[in-house]
């Protein structure tokens, strides 16, 4: 597989299991899977930006942009391969150098487009039909770090580890 010059990636239904959890004070409230971050770690190494697109807009997955020091953030998204094309022209790429992320029909127009692209394990079977792989991992489960690895490969990986 080749390495992308860029990673994009969805964060509902991919990073998370896709639900909204709301507090009666109005609150709502995501759960991330925290062994996503080393996707983004692993991608830094490679020297790879990461950027999320998603159709939500919320100051929670602008935090976890921030934790992560993930720059690309575009939020309440409705044509995604648009912004996509936006970003490749300020990287100066093409959209067959990124890979993407994604689980639901928001995606598919960008899943279509991109060089190299995934679904979780849970998405659904139309979007995994026309995926060029499906992760094992369910989205909210580590299914953007499966993501990374199997782009990256087990010997990169393994490189970054402290040798025995």
């Known amino acids: 597989m080749k390495i992308p010059k860029l990673v994009l990636t969805d964060i509902d239904g991919v990073w ?38 998603t159709g939500e807009d919320t100051e929670i997955v602008k935090r976890r942009a921030e934790k992560l020091k993930i720059s690309i953030l575009h939020q309440g998204i409705q044509d995604k391969l648009t912004v996509a094309k936006a970003i490749c022209d300020e990287l100066h790429i093409s959209l067959n150098e990124v890979a993407y992320i994604g689980d639901d029909i928001g995606d598919v127009t960008l899943l279509d487009a991109v060089g190299i692209s995934a679904a979780p394990q ?43």
């Open 16 to 53: 998370t299991d896709g639900g909204m959890y709301y507090d009666q004070t109005g609150n709502e409230w995501k759960k991330f899977n925290t062994s996503d971050s080393a996707g983004v770690l692993f991608c830094k190494y490679a020297n790879i930006p990461v950027g999320i697109i």
């Open 122 to 164: 849970n998405a659904s079977d139309y979007i995994k039909k026309r995926v060029d792989f499906v992760t094992l991992k369910s989205g909210g489960e580590g299914a953007f770090r499966e993501f990374i690895e199997t782009i990256l490969g087990t010997e990169f990986i393994e490189s970054l580890l402290p040798k025995k």
